[in-house]
């Protein structure tokens, strides 16, 4: 091809380079220009068409750029063959169905889910994202190993070891996105040969799990020390799942004694297993904190869960586990096949975010935000004189209520819809019927003044 | 409290206002400022160490930051509750025992896995995230949907309608992190009531993954056109799961003529499916792209699996399935728990990538970038006359030789990796026994000499 015959148009605000390579592009893609054809020289085609070799430059850069020209050293701007190019407008106007669900009547929400937004350091999570990516890692591109990256691993352990008494190492720890994605994993180094025994009332997502992944369970009632040694004997579990640093969702806190009664239960038989659920122990609001589980000793074949989703956000979507050595070399065994759900950059994000001290600190200044929001819910909720009877406030973002009328905890949920509030009676998280009539009440991404609106609403609808 | 006495010295490197808010925090960390405490105002302290009150404000402030102290308006500076305030430390020096295993020895591998790192759009990447993290959306610390983010789902859905003739829709998509988190999905639907057939030889994670599941499988012998019906009828499977794309590994492309009976097939009852992994259908070299079987009539029971692997990196941890109708309704009715285990930022991010345009002009540079690399290196194997076969080099990114000599596929493999070439033998794909003798030969992260130098090692080794 010797010239481009083509109007510049320089009244117009697109740059003469961005019309110029539209044109040639649209020419290409049309098949106007074929494959293989050679371009005007730059110097030719801006004489020709009366602007500068620059313009033409940026224009064919970014032909080259797209993969519609490839350019030969002394010879020339080729056309690239474009069979198969993908071509994607700019997208339709979406109607998003979604957005339009629910809740538009509730104004204050009660619920345990999500964080304190004002507290996440969103510049220092930038700045280091954009470090990790700027530094042009090709390990950025691939997958991490099955259990997730090394030194995330490791600086999981120095916290465990540090803040909760886990004695492990980078070797013990398993990274996946949440904590069915752990089941998941057990589940299959378990193969459907246990029994599992959950806490009743408990977390609410494991009997559906455990049921639709044709895993037997069990549910057993937690008494206000949590799960009872007589409770777990009855039910022949082989592995207990429990929340033993702020048991979910009654909020009791497992006394030593019934740490030990449990520990020894399970090192009876060599195939008994404790899990241990964390979730929301970086928060305990008097006294010292009270080390995992883990970390007792002959806690070998305890199964510690942990996650980043109340210490930083639930969005960021990466938990852990801290594995026996026994299952953990059938892990590496059985299950090569895993892959790590969790991005490589996020890995290296939260990485670095840990061993700069970034960690820390946060941990630091979100226990002091909801400290004064639990001290302020608690402080509220007493205003109304002995009506609200507070249980497990000592951790956690959550409390329990019992409400000193005569509602049910059903009329209890209705009437507080009716004032436009939404609270979590216990009933919800019962596997197996419980008559406990109590309230939850979840504060972490509640203001002050909704806390307090929220309680003023609740006492209308109650008192 | 007065005054604090500490003498602050201005010949070290460390500024005033670091070793002011160090000293403060290790008197608070040691307990010698008691809970409760008032600290001096800033103008006094200021005047009592000789320094700016510029310097003890921002020492303050640090500490406030940190959640050491509060700030009360007219009242001052109090320090906070440090009961179970986590200090971490630098960690220690580490260890990487992972990163000593094996390949040291091998130095050039034709693996089929990654990605050419050359062509990752890292400015873009990094801007994009940086952007989205900057306007602190909320939202960006909650979980998305189940099913994904709405937006991301929406924008993969335009792109398969574009460009793999899919005619889906965002309500249509289930995003996860990898195949397996996909199939785990699917498991959950079926619940082990259904007989899977898998493509033999085929991705070598399948049998794997069925079996750890208590999933039954059976293996069905493929063809030069994929799997074929004879063998689909006498396995007696319920759900095929093939890759007519780009057969995996054998290269094949399935022609239409075998997609209809397939589709036949499975519409002859209607709780037959057939899983269709769409996994490097955006390379194909020659002729039109061949629509998904998705786009086909009468293909409303198959399930597409597609991923982000193979088009971006495999380290961004990003798949998605287009569902059938009714089983979407059963995920949203049955698995109500699942929650997406892709970070909200990198969903958020991904979806700008595509909507301004930019994951199209990555494909087509890709694109272009792989067909070069394929084209080196299927000339370089002409190079030596007839000695190598070379079958399904037409689409992805690897293709497969047949060595005209005596050696078996064990042989060829060993004989490669003597002189420092890791190659893959076909055999390492197949469930179940077949004499293929074929080597697998991926190129997408090998350079172009790597490519020559790699091939010129084999040919040493094998002829």
């Known amino acids: 091809m010797e010239l481009l015959t083509f109007v510049l148009d320089d009244t117009k605000a697109e740059p003469l380079y961005h019309q110029l390579y539209k044109y040639i592009k649209i020419e290409i893609q049309e098949g106007r220009i074929d494959y293989g054809e050679k371009l005007p020289s730059k110097r030719k085609l801006a004489d020709h068409l009366g602007v500068s070799q620059n313009t033409v430059t940026t224009a064919y850069e970014q032909l080259i ?10 010879r020339g701007y080729f056309v690239e063959k474009i069979d198969n190019l993908i071509i994607l407008d700019a997208p339709e106007k979406r109607i998003n169905r979604d957005k339009d669900r629910g809740l538009s009547s509730i104004e204050y929400d009660f619920t345990y889910e999500g964080v304190d937004a004002k507290s996440f350091p969103f510049y220092t999570w930038g700045r280091i994202t954009r470090e990790v990516i700027d530094e042009r890692d090709n390990d950025l591109l691939k997958e991490t190993e099955s259990q997730g990256d090394y030194h995330l691993r490791h600086s999981i352990a120095q916290y465990l070891r540090q803040s909760r008494g886990v004695d492990c190492h980078a070797e013990d720890i398993i990274l996946s996105a949440g904590t069915e994605y ?58 207990i799942c429990i929340t033993p640093a702020h048991q979910f969702p009654t909020g009791s806190i497992m006394p030593i004694s019934r740490r030990v009664q449990l520990l020894n239960w399970m090192n009876e038989k060599n ?17 010292r904190p009270i080390p995992a589980f883990k970390g007792l000793k002959n806690s070998d074949r305890v199964i510690y869960m942990g996650n980043f989703s109340k210490s930083l956000s639930p969005g960021i979507r990466i938990s852990y586990m801290v594995m026996p050595k026994e299952l953990m070399a059938r892990y590496i065994e059985e299950l090569p096949f895993m892959i790590c759900p969790v991005s490589t950059i996020a890995q290296r994000v939260l990485t670095r975010f840990i061993d700069e001290g970034y960690f820390g600190r946060h941990l630091n200044r979100v226990r002091t935000a909801y400290r004064k ?44 819809k009716e004032q436009s509030v939404r ?28 806390i307090v609106k929220g309680i003023q609403r609740l006492s209308k609808a109650w008192l």
Chains 1, 2 share one sequence.
């Open 182 to 239: 752990l089941f998941y994993i057990l589940f299959q180094l378990f193969r459907g040969r246990k029994l599992f025994g959950i806490e009743n009332p408990g977390y609410e997502k494991l009997p559906l799990l455990f049921s639709r992944n044709n895993v037997n369970y069990v549910s057993i009632d937690v008494d206000e020390n949590g799960m009872p040694l007589k409770g777990v004997r009855d039910s022949k579990a082989d592995i």
């Open 423 to 450: 609270v979590y009676g216990l009933s919800r998280y019962c596997s197996k019927n419980r008559d406990l009539n109590r309230i939850l009440l979840g504060y972490a991404n509640m203001s002050d003044s909704e």
């Open 65 to 74: 750029d797209e993969g519609y020209v490839s350019a030969i050293e002394r």
């Open 373 to 416: 929001k639990r001290e302020l819910l608690v402080m509220t909720l007493s205003q109304y004189g002995g009506k609200f009877k507070i249980i497990g406030a000592d951790a956690g973002l959550h409390i329990t209520v019992k409400v000193n009328n005569h509602m049910t905890e059903e009329e209890l949920v209705e009437s507080a």
């Open 271 to 287: 195939d008994r297993y404790i899990i241990e659920d964390d979730y929301d122990s970086e928060f305990k609001y008097s006294g």
